[in-house]
């Protein structure tokens, strides 16, 4: 698979694509009300305060809820079949994410799995998930 172009981060996100560098996935919590949210906002999604965001890493474990295969590329680069899925961390947020490792109609929802990495562009890179050995 080649280097995927990823979006460029803005005030709210570039710390969190920052982290992408050193693999580390990044969740937002807020020290008002201690909400653990994803993606990154400029507001809590708990308690609507907008200057008691900081980030914590995520554990990068989490379960499938939801998910669905797709075998019509919107792109002529992009190779299917792939998978999407809703996958909610251990800390509680759901991530939208690509599920890697299984083909694509092998997956159930209630899976459990981890976090692992796409390379893209200016050496960060984009959260996916496997199964968990």
């Known amino acids: 698979m080649s280097e995927l ?7 709210i996100t570039a710390d969190w694509w920052a982290a992408t560098v050193e693999r580390r996935l990044l969740v937002q919590e807020c020290r008002e009300c201690g909400t653990v949210q994803h993606p990154p906002r400029a507001l809590c999604t708990g308690c609507g305060h907008m200057d008691g965001l900081g980030w914590r890493d995520a554990s990068g474990r ?24 809703r996958v909610r961390l251990a800390e509680g947020p ?18 459990e799995v981890v976090l692992d990495w796409l390379p893209g562009s200016e050496g960060r890179a984009l959260p996916v998930f496997r199964r968990e050995a």
């Open 5 to 11: 172009t990823l979006p460029a981060g803005d005030e």
């Open 62 to 85: 989490g379960v499938v809820d939801s998910w669905t295969a797709v075998y019509r590329s919107p792109r002529p680069d992009a190779e299917v079949p792939y998978t999407i899925a």
């Open 94 to 111: 759901i991530v939208l994410t690509r599920l890697v490792g299984s083909d694509a109609e092998d997956w159930e929802i209630g899976a």
